[in-house]
RNA sequence: GGCCACGUGGCGGAGUGGUUACGCGACGGUCUGCAAAACCGUUUACUCCGGUUCAAUUCCGGACGUGGCCUCCA
């Protein structure tokens, strides 16, 4: 099966031919690590990682290289870092050390509970500053890059096709320039390399003085240093398109020869919130950790594979607007797939088309559709059971506790008389919400006797009573054939 | 202001030059003492205006709308 990717530098979808298929090789932008990542941080990371699964199962596990990095240098982290020394009374660089080694387990955290592999590698930033150091070397000699007054400024005049990746002109982009132009810079466009540091400020020897890397040249070194001057595949949010990826292809391709950096890049869209765009002032920003711990958005606790499926119910390209009915219709569907593959055990056996509409350049939607097709077909078809599983599995989705009890959705199955081998865990469940509600196992036993015994005689009158009395606790009855069952409200 | 995307039924959201996707919801039915759940069925769409075509939601142009980037907020 032939993989098919939407490749920005051409607008085209096109065929997928690795440069070397023994060693898949694919690079993501990663977080900049100051503070928790929210929740459009969440959206590459995901998505990228349905096709790095893809690629595995494609090329096989030990023929894919995921390179996603850690920005660890960064004057938001600085900005940070110097509060915090000042707060704490300790040093600059012991707080930036805090700062980034707390929030960067953070972020692995989150992205675990999103059902995300780990990376091959996930180089950071400060591991990298000799590296940083030589290609700007490189690029001086080359003449694609030029010293002043402590900086080291990329030329980009020197590189007649900067812009190709966004399709801009150095003209329009001129033209249309809002920002005030340092005085040192030779063309406004031309964007820092290197920059001097303070005593205050975190920074690293080099042949212009102490100071820090700029932000692009962090990804050129480590996606260079790990995968080689030219690689498959390098993904990233729309946003990043320009200047980042722009300005990262001019430092690659300027310090090795013009050689291509990628074949193949990957942008995935925008992500809104309610309407609106996510922003601290709007009150509406909203981080991966108090969706999954908090219950700030929605007025509850999302579990993280409803996170992941209301992620890619849409095509990675296409804007998101992020609402609560979105992770609500994400939730249900969610429930019934877990009850319907419950209690298996995956294997590597796939449904029929699965990869065939995720290699069409990653229609997680078609796949969403053959989940779905599964699952009602789950009931009389074992099989589909099984794949139905395989696949979740496949996708990053596994079933979590928090999904059965919080949704309620294995009571109604083993009241309907399943046959479901782990009523243990219903049970668990059971005792866990009667216990939130404040009543006893006993008390909702006698009550259903009761009222039975009140169906028998026909007095519906005390029936429906009783019907009510648990309803208003809470507790919602259910008559079938084999007599009476309870599921909590949802 | 410049550049770039996108605009599908109540909502989410694929796809296609001609055969009303699909999911959720809503409505109807079966079942039930009545319900609930489950199952079966029905229901509505392609922003607007031109053009190309035998035929356009699908191609081209324009308008309007939404969003992104140009400002190291993904």
């Known amino acids: 099966m032939t993989i098919r990717l939407h490749n920005t530098l051409t607008r085209q979808k096109e065929d997928f031919t690795p440069l070397d298929a023994s060693k898949v090789r694919m690079y993501v932008c990663g977080p900049t690590v100051y503070d928790y990542a929210h929740i459009g941080n969440a959206r590459p990371v995901i998505v990228f990682d349905v096709l790095y699964r893809l690629l595995r199962h494609t090329y096989g596990e030990d023929h894919v290289t995921y390179v996603r990095n850690i920005t660890d240098i960064d004057d938001k982290i600085n900005a940070r870092a110097a509060e915090v020394a000042a707060a704490k009374n300790i040093s600059v660089e012991e707080a930036r050390v805090e700062i980034t080694t ?57 590189k007649p096709d900067y812009g190709k990746l966004s399709r801009r002109s150095l003209d329009e982009m001129m033209a249309g320039a809002r920002v005030e132009v340092a ?82 890049w990957m942008h995935n869209g925008f992500l809104q919130v309610e309407g609106e765009k996510m922003s601290k002032s709007l009150g509406n920003f909203i981080t991966i950790d108090e969706l999954l711990r908090s219950e700030k958005f929605g007025e509850r606790q999302w579990p993280g594979s409803v996170l992941r499926l209301a992620m890619l119910m849409t095509n990675y390209a296409q804007p998101i607007d992020w609402t609560v009915d979105r992770l609500s219709e994400a939730y249900s569907k969610i429930a019934s797939w877990f009850v319907s593959s419950f209690g298996l055990t995956p294997s590597t056996e796939l449904p029929v088309g699965l990869i065939d509409v995720l290699s069409n350049d990653l229609n997680t939607h078609e796949a969403i559709k053959i989940l ?74 006698e009550k259903i006797f009761t009222r039975a015994a009140a169906r028998k005689a026909k007095d519906f009158k005390e029936s429906d009573r009783i019907r009510d009395e648990l309803l208003a606790k809470g507790i919602v009855l259910k008559d079938g054939p084999t007599g009476t069952t309870w599921e909590v409200k949802r």
Request: glycine share 10%; net charge negative.
């Open 183 to 264: 005085p040192y810079k030779k063309n406004p466009m031309d964007f820092v390399l290197w920059k001097p540091s303070d005593d205050l400020t975190p920074g690293w020897q080099s042949p212009w003085g102490r100071g820090r890397p700029g932000w692009h040249i962090e990804c050129s070194v480590m996606g260079g240093a790990l995968l080689g001057d030219s690689f498959d595949i390098h993904g990233g949010g729309v946003d990043l398109m320009f200047p980042h990826h722009e300005n990262e292809i001019a430092q690659s391709e300027g310090a090795h020869h013009d050689h291509p950096l990628a074949q193949i």
């Open 102 to 158: 707390r929030t960067t387990q953070q972020y692995f955290d989150d992205v675990t509970a999103l059902g995300c592999l780990m990376p091959t590698h996930n180089p950071r930033a400060t591991d990298y500053v000799s590296g940083m150091v030589a290609m700007i070397a490189t690029l001086i000699e080359a003449g694609h890059a030029y010293e002043a007054e402590g900086h080291v400024l990329y030329d980009v005049s020197s």
């Open 372 to 445: 779905d097709a599964l699952c009602d077909g789950a009931a009389r078809d074992p099989e589909g059971k099984q794949l139905l599983c395989n696949a979740l599995y496949f996708l990053g989705i596994s079933p979590e506790y928090e999904v059965f009890k919080k949704f309620r959705i294995l009571l109604r199955e083993a009241g309907s008389g399943s046959e479901l081998s782990e009523l243990e865990l219903v049970a668990k469940i059971q005792d866990e919400l009667l216990l939130e509600l404040g009543v006893g196992r006993q008390w909702v036993d």
